[in-house]
């Protein structure tokens, strides 16, 4: 398994603890606790920025990118950029149908689209790049 396989299944698994972790808060919480989400989202942010730096190996001896995996990383960014770009526009297409020209939106919505995206994203990127990679390393097969 190279490098951009073992990062895309980080990012798989961090994107799948923040739907874990932010679904019930978005849903499921009274609006009176849903600040709290606005403190506890940058401090998981941070945890996870941590673990990026904390966990990354540098290979001194080894190639760390060719081609082949620079064709990989440029289509999975297109993927990630059309789905996340695509959910923006629905999300802004949606705000005002579920307003109505009298009403208005809670602010606490904002950085949850924001949150959502940011999800979107790192799903979409691990998964295109997973799938072109064919999920598994072709070391592994048997």
Not at 35 to 61: E, H, M, N, T, Y
Not at 99 to 112: C, F, G, K
Not at 126 to 132: D, T
Request: contains cysteine; charged residues 15%; aromatic residues 12%.
């Amino acid at each position: 398994m190279n490098r951009a396989q073992k990062s895309a299944w980080f990012g798989l698994t961090i994107a799948v603890l923040l739907l874990i972790f932010f679904i019930p808060h978005v849903f499921f919480v009274t609006p009176a606790s849903r600040l709290d989400l606005l403190w506890l989202s940058p401090a998981f942010g941070i945890v996870v920025v941590l673990l990026i730096f904390l966990l990354r190996k540098k290979g001194q001896d080894k190639v760390s990118i060719d081609e082949r995996d620079s064709c990989i990383s440029r289509r999975a960014l297109i993927a990630a950029f059309s789905s996340t770009a695509g959910l923006f526009m629905v999300a802004c297409m949606i705000g005002p149908f579920i307003a109505r020209p009298t009403t208005s939106i809670s602010v606490l919505l904002l950085p949850a689209l924001l949150y959502s995206l940011f999800v979107v994203f790192i799903l979409a990127y691990s998964v295109a790049v997973l799938i072109q990679y064919g999920w598994r390393d072709k070391d592994d097969e048997k």
